[in-house]
């Protein structure tokens, strides 16, 4: 009988080793899955940076698609730009450098009869806009003075909103000027990333909301 009961619990202690083995190479097994796999997001997601461009500013469409797969020409001049280039600047000569910013009227929402068949607009520069009529202006809750669009945000599994599979989204730069006039923050709608990209002189001016 003795013998009996010690094979037994020779047999539960064994099988308990097994399983706790067995556990612990799938939490490691899982643990690294993980570890790899936000390494290879924050790679893939990783923006090169470059000096800004005036001419490629204006005409990065034609340089580069944008289609979310790789940064546009203007994603990869944006430490150099909010870095160098816009601190110092007023307004105009903001506009006179990245070209014209939308008005808040150019971006008063739009209700849905507005993009009914035939109500499309030429704007000041002749291209197809469809105009709003609805109450409000995009953008409106990040307080912006000139807004200009750089792309679409760039994904893998999910978005920065924390959504998997779900639809990028346009990142948009939003610019704030003092009351002097002159530039005083930054915020991009459609990312949270921008802040370790563009480095820390250039975090120092991001903001969500006018302060």
């Known amino acids: 009988m003795s013998c009996g009961t010690n094979v037994s619990g020779n047999g539960v202690a064994s099988t308990s080793r097994k399983v706790w083995v067995f556990v612990t190479v799938l939490v490691i097994g899982i643990a690294v899955l993980i570890v790899g796999g936000l390494a290879v997001r924050d790679s893939y997601l990783r923006i090169p940076q470059v000096s800004f461009d005036q001419v490629k500013w204006s005409d990065w469409l034609e340089i580069a698609p944008d289609n979310g797969v790789k940064p546009t020409i203007r994603q990869t001049m944006m430490r150099d730009l909010l870095t160098n280039v816009l601190p110092g600047l007023n307004g105009e000569e903001i506009e006179a450098i990245l070209g014209r910013s939308v008005t808040r009227e150019d971006f008063r929402r739009r209700r849905p009869e507005d ?34 669009y750089i792309g679409t945000e760039r994904t893998f599994l999910y978005n920065h909103q924390g959504n998997i599979l779900d639809s990028p989204l346009s990142e948009q730069l939003i610019i704030r000027l003092g009351r002097d006039g002159v530039f005083e923050s930054w915020y991009i709608a459609g990312s949270k990333r921008w802040p370790k990209i563009v480095g820390e002189e250039a975090a120092s001016r991001y903001r969500k909301h006018r302060e």
């Open 115 to 148: 993009l009914q068949p035939g109500k499309a607009v030429p704007n000041e520069e002749g291209k197809m806009v469809f105009r709003g009529t609805g109450t409000g202006y995009y953008y409106d809750e990040y307080d912006w003075d000139l807004t200009y």
